[in-house]
């Protein structure tokens, strides 16, 4: 009797084991869908105006018409919530050091598989375009799921060139409230924060989301 208790057990765990593996599966299969770019709260217009795609239709949503410019309330555009993180030297760096340039700033991990499959488009762009963009990589280093050491060395394997800084205390992660990764956030020159994903993105979500923080020519 009780080696059956035992069996029928086991049989119990491993239906759950299975249910949550499958779960855990569609949910990592739903963040890997590409082109989940959504404009932040808070843009200026000139950079929502770039994706028709996510600008609501006034008439459609039952908002006023205030595409005339006379007549449009005027708001300043809000910028992104500062945060300190440390590059491998150990020196501090905070966001706000780098307004004036438009800003990638991607969060991740080097246990996480999404991560991982974005990251050589998120390095060729920055061979290409390194000049232009100031690419901010900033890894979870929570000191368990992922160290310093760990997050460096695979860097230094995969041959990525795009700057790595290490939230070591956790505190853009609590800045910028990421519950996911790998996160990212388009931010303009000034300092606004135009669009944000969170859940892996191709090279074309990218250079979406470039063209909405890049000055027009």
């Given amino acids: 009797m009780e080696k059956k208790k035992g069996l029928i057990l086991i049989a119990l765990v491993i239906v759950l084991v299975i249910g949550g593996a499958y779960l855990l599966y569609d949910k990592l299969g739903a963040n890997l869908t590409p082109n989940q770019l959504a404009p932040t709260p808070g843009a200026s217009s000139s950079q929502t105006d770039t ?6 239709d006034a008439a459609s949503s039952g908002t006023p018409d205030t595409s005339n410019e006379s007549e449009a309330p005027t708001h300043e ?41 974005e990251m050589p ?16 990589m900033v890894n979870m ?13 695979f860097i ?25 990764l790998p996160t990212t956030f388009f931010i ?23 063209d909405m923080i890049l000055p027009k020519q």
């Fill in 121 to 136: 488009d998120f390095n060729e762009v920055y061979k290409e375009m390194g000049d232009e963009v100031q690419f901010l």
């Fill in 141 to 153: 280093t929570d000191g368990s799921w992922d160290t310093k050491e760990t997050a460096a060395k």
């Fill in 77 to 117: 555009a809000k910028k992104a919530p500062d945060f300190t993180v440390y590059d491998a030297d150990g020196n501090a760096v905070k966001l706000s050091d780098f307004f004036g340039k438009p800003i990638v700033l991607n969060f991740w991990s080097s246990r996480c598989g999404p991560c991982k499959m």
């Fill in 156 to 180: 230094e394997q995969e041959g990525y060139e795009f700057p790595v800084f290490f939230d070591t205390d956790q505190s853009a992660a609590r800045t910028y409230g990421i519950y996911s």
């Fill in 51 to 56: 994706q028709d795609s996510h600008k609501p």
């Fill in 188 to 210: 303009d020159a000034n300092g606004v924060p135009a669009a944000w994903a969170n859940s892996a993105i191709n090279r074309a979500t990218m250079e979406q989301g470039l």
